[in-house]
């Protein structure tokens, strides 16, 4: 299985709402990460999980709370997002944590839309 | 800091025409490059990836990436395209030791009939 999972696919909330995306891989691997893709633009790092401890923090908004439960698991918690949060939520993991020897494997990733 | 550029954010090109994706990079440290590929509606797939020194390795698709020490450049080249190949291309950038990617910002290829 070399899959990366996600859910939702695609997610409407509004600017007072509490919701939770989830990411799901069964590979093994130890490195799980979180990225937001603004339309035609590139993803940008949001949280890196590094044996299910955070281990770098972008300096996202505190709207923004990741969650590593256990090695298969990361879920991202949404609470009162701005409009401008709205984007593609990709989640992706990695055997290990150094970018350069360890290939990150992405998921479809969670269409996210904030009113 | 490293960073990199991709200097087309749009590229047509007819079905079975050669096409060359430019992504120059900027570091004062051994690299790690890399080629993602995006279809619509879906996450980042890994093209190929190259260190520094090394040599090149051609992906699966038929796509190879030419790395240019003196001119900081690692092109992505694929001497026939199909309709299949429309998509994003990302350029990425890692240094040694580090665990996060820096991403271009993106070539759409589109491929015509």
């Known amino acids: 299985d070399t899959e990366v999972t996600q859910t939702p696919k695609h997610l409407v909330m509004g600017m007072t709402n509490k919701k939770s995306l989830k990411c799901e891989q069964h590979m093994g691997h130890r490195a799980m990460y979180w990225y937001k893709q603004k339309a035609k633009k590139p993803p940008e790092l949001m949280f890196v999980?590094?044996?299910?401890?955070?281990?770098i923090n972008e300096s996202v908004p505190s709207r923004f709370s990741p969650e590593c439960p256990n090695s298969s698991l990361l879920n991202l918690h949404l609470h009162a997002l701005q409009p401008e949060d709205s984007a593609l939520y990709l989640c992706?993991?990695?055997?290990?944590?150094?970018?350069?020897?360890?290939?990150?494997?992405f998921g479809p990733g969670t269409r996210l839309t904030v009113l | 800091a490293q960073s990199v550029t991709q200097l087309d954010s749009q590229v047509p090109v007819f079905e079975e025409a050669p096409v060359e994706l430019r992504c120059n990079y900027s570091?004062?440290?051994?690299?790690?490059l890399f080629w993602y590929v995006q279809y619509p509606n879906q996450g980042l797939q890994l093209l190929l990836k190259y260190l520094s020194g090394s040599t090149p390795v051609e992906s699966i698709n038929g796509f190879e990436a030419e790395f240019n020490k003196s001119q900081t450049s690692f092109h992505l080249r694929k001497p026939s395209v199909h309709i299949s190949d429309t998509a994003e291309y990302f350029c990425a950038v890692t240094r040694t030791g580090a665990n996060n990617l820096f991403f271009g910002t993106g070539t759409r290829l589109t491929v015509i009939p």
């Open positions: 570091s004062s440290v051994s690299v790690y």
């Open positions: 999980y590094s044996y299910e401890k955070l281990s």
């Open positions: 992706a993991s990695s055997q290990g944590w150094l970018a350069g020897y360890n290939e990150q494997f």
